[in-house]
């Protein structure tokens, strides 16, 4: 068990949970006094709805449980795992490969088939993505100042485009950008990967990222990487239009 599921545990079993109610008899009971198949149908859905109500309000009181529900963060088309082992890394992954064809800014723009928002500089380098990210390169493949990447948003029955997995040693805070929830991810490196239409991992993409903010806005996950505080990669964000 790592660090932070002990913490969490530990908070848990802190924390004054009052127990669930009853719903599910009081319900149950109100079904039984129904005189008309309509009604005791529709009663039958708020039954079942209570039932789960319920269920989960006895998952949340237990630690473990909620322990392993905070295993996991969504963010627009990003995934959050907290894991305890990253997978092996065999080396830096080739970049210019990850971030797909590169184009000109105007290109990009073009081809998005959504509104990009912009820094003040203009960036080194443009690439096009596969499902249409659109990747801001500051400096070079070789040492980069600034990765700047945005995604349009994808359906409920759509996989995630990107997922990142994170260890007990990288810390996970909320944040918010311009009213939008937020994830900054800094400490230790975590592993970053590309899924493709299917929400299978693509093995070329795997590689080590650095800080990372995260956050959904218009419809489009914004993602800014680099070694920044979250104060530095706040004041990023907030001056992109």
């Not at 039984?32 to 109500?53: F, H, K, N, W």
């Amino acid at each position: 068990m790592t660090e932070l599921e002990q913490r969490l545990i530990s908070l848990g079993r802190a924390l004054d949970v009052p127990e669930a109610p009853d719903v599910a008899s009081r319900v149950l009971a109100e079904i039984g006094e129904a005189r008309t198949p309509l009604r005791r149908g529709r009663r039958l859905v708020l039954a079942l709805a209570a039932l789960a109500l319920a269920s989960l309000l006895a998952a949340l009181a237990i630690p473990d449980a909620r322990s392993a529900l905070l295993r996991f963060l969504q963010i627009g088309g990003a995934r959050i795992e907290l894991v305890d082992d990253l997978p092996e890394v065999a080396g830096p992954a080739e970049l210019e490969f990850v971030l797909g064809k590169r184009v000109s800014l105007v290109e990009a723009r073009d081809e998005a088939g959504f509104d990009l928002l912009s820094l003040d500089e203009d960036p080194d380098a443009v690439f096009l993505g596969d499902r249409g990210t659109v990747w801001f390169l500051y400096g070079t493949p070789e040492a980069v100042r600034l990765l700047v990447s945005q995604t349009p948003g994808v359906r409920i029955d759509e996989p995630f485009v990107l997922k990142k997995l994170a260890t007990s040693g990288t810390r996970v805070e909320g944040a918010s950008v311009r009213g939008s929830p937020a994830y900054f991810l800094s400490g230790e490196p975590h592993v970053v990967m590309l899924l493709d239409e299917l929400g299978q991992e693509i093995p070329e993409s795997l590689r080590l990222a650095r800080d990372v903010l995260v956050w959904e806005e218009r419809g489009r996950t914004v993602r800014l990487e680099g070694d920044l505080t979250l104060d530095e990669a706040l004041e990023v964000a907030d001056s992109m239009r």
